[in-house]
């Protein structure tokens, strides 16, 4: 029996030899011994003298901010901005987040070429009126910060589908929404900006609950301002 084990293993290892060890040499020889959708994903970022990744073009949108005016992303061109996804009646994340982007804010008040964008995944209850109001409570001062309103499921695409941070109804968890505490940083050109981790890899999206994510967002908006 224990014959008849080595002989059916020797056989497993002589197969994979003469189908796998082919392979594995010739990607040694063409220096593609690790691959992957991620890997070959972050190749394709570019990258600055500053050290920051290029992920891409931002969606495009089109809302109402706290003093009714028409707010789309053509409204930053030439600034470098900072876009979350909140709602005013949120009694978890969002004062947290509420105040580090007022810090953001206080840092740079008073460049005309830095702005802020939060929109609101509870449009149905937070109109311009109700953004104002927020906006006055939490210490909005910038003209360049605006909060934004419009059609729920507009809102959710542009979260879901075009940043990719998550968003969404769910009446189980208290206010009735669920949703990321992320920090998209775009540089004037409109495009998506990061930093890479410490395995090389883009974070892609800023911390926004966290003093390690709010430092490293606000030395990233310093570069880009420079660029």
Request: aromatic fraction near 10%.
């Amino acid at each position: 029996m224990k014959n008849k084990s080595y002989i059916g293993l020797s056989f497993i290892i002589l197969v994979f030899g003469i189908i796998f060890i082919p392979k594995i040499i010739n990607r040694i020889k063409n220096g593609t011994v690790v691959q992957g959708e991620r890997i070959d994903a972050v190749s394709n970022h570019k990258t600055s003298e500053n050290g920051l990744l290029t992920i891409g073009p931002a969606p495009s949108f089109e809302l109402t901010d706290q003093n009714n005016k028409k707010i789309s992303n053509e409204t930053y061109k030439g600034k470098v901005y900072v876009l979350e996804f909140f709602f005013s009646t949120c009694p978890s994340i969002c004062p947290i987040m509420n105040k580090n982007m007022v810090s953001i804010q206080n840092e740079f008040f008073g460049n005309p070429n830095f702005g802020i964008a939060s929109i609101t995944i509870n449009p149905e209850y937070d109109t311009a009126a109700i953004l104002k109001e927020h906006a006055d409570l939490i210490g909005v001062k910038s003209s360049n910060w605006h909060m934004l309103t419009g059609d729920k499921e507009y809102i959710f695409n542009i979260s879901n589908k075009g940043f990719n941070i998550y968003a969404g109804e769910n009446n189980k968890v208290a206010g009735g929404f669920e949703h990321s505490g992320l920090f998209a940083l775009i540089d004037k050109d409109g495009n998506i900006r990061c930093r890479k981790d410490k395995f090389g890899n883009p974070i892609l999206y800023y911390d926004g609950l966290e003093k390690k994510g709010v430092k490293a967002i606000t030395e990233d908006i310093k570069k880009l301002l420079n660029e």
